[in-house]
């Protein structure tokens, strides 16, 4: 009975999908100081040189291109104590708040390319100050939640859900250069898929907090169709808000993806990455996505970083109609002889 109702339920929303074109507003964001290693500030002309933005337009989605948001080094950011580049990751983030929130007031459901994962800071909180509140997935390896005294390396793309995340503000620091930040999502809110490198005080705080989360053991527990069907029906019982997809490209295997920051072996299959676009695309609720950490200097071969660049192309199209079965344009004439 159970899975009938969800079929139907499915459907009806599918068949409502297929016919409602999105209108897409694409912000680069070149940014690489939450993480060590150059390169991930190419990601956005990359993927957009990988075509991304003709091939919106083929599915008929209306597309802005906002360009990318310029970065200014700050000056005299030096670490203090063990967090890395406090100053650029504070003030880069709060102009992206700002820029997200101006493209949500046009009306688009925002693309941002990245960049580092930090840059979830600045995205997720400038989507929330212009709709308000939002379920949020986050796929990847990695929980990105250590706190700015649970982390080993000082990196900042390894805490963004730190700052986000209201329940843990008493565990937080205050620190002058996110004085502009407002926590502003519940823990309740957030959905995690593919996780498998998780540090030992995020565990902690995940468990603790009794965070939602699909690692890749129940990824392999339960196949991916059935944590989708999960995880949409938790997001429509925290009352159907508008979907956050924060989507990091090294929740998919690496023998795909090899060229990304912090690859981890075992992670999902190409096919299960896009069907978790898909699904999300078909809630039609999806009004934000960040595509992160493609950093072409780290693939090997050029065969890698091509197959890393495809891959982000493949999932943002899934988000926005791009299905397996194929498209054909609405006002498609067949010929008659
Ligand atoms: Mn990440």
Excluded at 183 to 211: A, M, N, Q, T
Excluded at 228 to 245: A, F, Q, V, W
Aim: hydrophobic letters at 35%; a negative charge.
């Amino acid at each position: 009975m159970r899975s009938a109702r969800i079929l139907q339920q499915f459907c009806s929303v599918r068949r409502q999908s297929l016919h409602t074109k999105s209108s897409v507003g694409i912000i680069g964001a070149p940014f690489s100081k939450g993480q060590p290693r150059g390169g991930v500030e190419r990601g956005p002309d990359l993927i957009r040189a990988a075509g991304l933005l003709p091939k919106l337009h083929e599915l008929e989605c209306a597309v802005k291109d906002y360009g990318n948001l310029a970065f200014e080094e700050a000056e005299l950011d030096g670490p203090e104590g063990v967090l890395k580049n406090l100053k650029a990751v504070g003030g880069f983030n709060q102009r992206l708040s700002q820029a997200v929130q101006l493209v949500k007031k046009d009306g688009h459901t925002t693309v941002m390319l990245g960049g580092d994962h930090s840059l979830a800071i600045g995205s997720i909180h400038g989507h929330s100050a212009a709709v308000g509140q939002l379920g949020i997935v986050w796929v990847d390896a990695h929980a990105d939640i250590n706190t700015p005294l649970t982390t080993s390396t000082g990196n900042l793309h390894g805490q963004p859900l730190s700052f986000l995340v209201k329940e843990l503000q008493s565990s937080v620091p205050v620190l002058p250069s996110f004085s502009w930040l407002k926590p502003c999502i519940s823990v309740k809110d957030l959905v995690y898929i593919g996780l498998r490198d998780v540090d030992p005080g995020e565990h902690y705080i995940l468990k603790e907090l009794g965070v939602k989360m699909f690692s890749m053991s129940e990824v392999d527990q339960l196949g991916v169709s059935r944590v989708m069907e999960e995880t949409c029906d938790y997001l429509s019982s925290r009352g159907n808000k508008p979907i956050h997809l924060s989507y990091d490209i090294d929740a998919i295997d690496p023998t795909v993806t090899p060229a990304t920051g912090t690859p981890v072996v075992g992670g999902l299959s190409y096919r299960e990455g896009v069907y978790i676009t898909e699904c999300l695309r078909e809630t039609g609720r999806l009004s934000a996505v960040d595509l992160v950490e493609v950093n072409p200097l780290l693939g090997k071969t050029e065969e890698g970083i091509q197959s890393t660049v495809s891959m982000a192309v493949d999932l943002l199209l899934g988000c926005f109609g791009r299905l397996r079965e194929g498209n054909h344009p609405s006002d498609y004439n067949p010929p008659k002889p």
